[in-house]
């Protein structure tokens, strides 16, 4: 599984960008997708994730703020992001977690290859 994600750049504060992150393989099931953030800290937090289902969960930092949705073929996410704050800068991963192979019943985490959002005061 590939997950090839694109949309981030320089931003002022208050503005906006859409991420967005496309799955690709066979032979495998993704249900959940999402992404997740580090900042300049290092510190790995989640953003917002998605599943098959449409449940959503978001970090609590980016609440009302940023809006995650998938299309109808199930394998791309978006994420919306409304109002950002130079605390939103940081490197933005898609992330496919428990992806199951269907042929072997193996669970696997994927991560995409991050694309950084700056967010200027």
């Known amino acids: 599984v590939q997950l090839q994600a694109y949309g981030g750049g320089l931003v002022q504060a208050g503005g906006s960008l859409r991420l967005s992150c496309a799955a690709s393989g066979s032979g495998v099931s993704i249900n959940d997708m999402g992404w997740y953030r580090q900042g300049p800290g290092g510190q790995r937090e989640l953003v917002a994730i998605i599943n098959r289902g449409g449940i959503i969960k978001y970090g609590d930092s980016v609440k009302g703020r940023l809006t995650i949705s998938r299309d109808g073929a199930k394998l791309r996410v978006f994420l919306q992001m409304n109002s950002l704050i130079p605390e939103d800068t940081g490197i933005y991963y898609c992330?496919?977690?428990?992806?199951?192979?269907?042929?072997?019943?193996?669970?696997?985490?994927?991560w995409g290859q991050g694309t950084l959002v700056t967010v200027s005061s």
């Open positions: 992330y496919a977690p428990n992806v199951v192979n269907l042929a072997t019943a193996r669970i696997s985490d994927y």
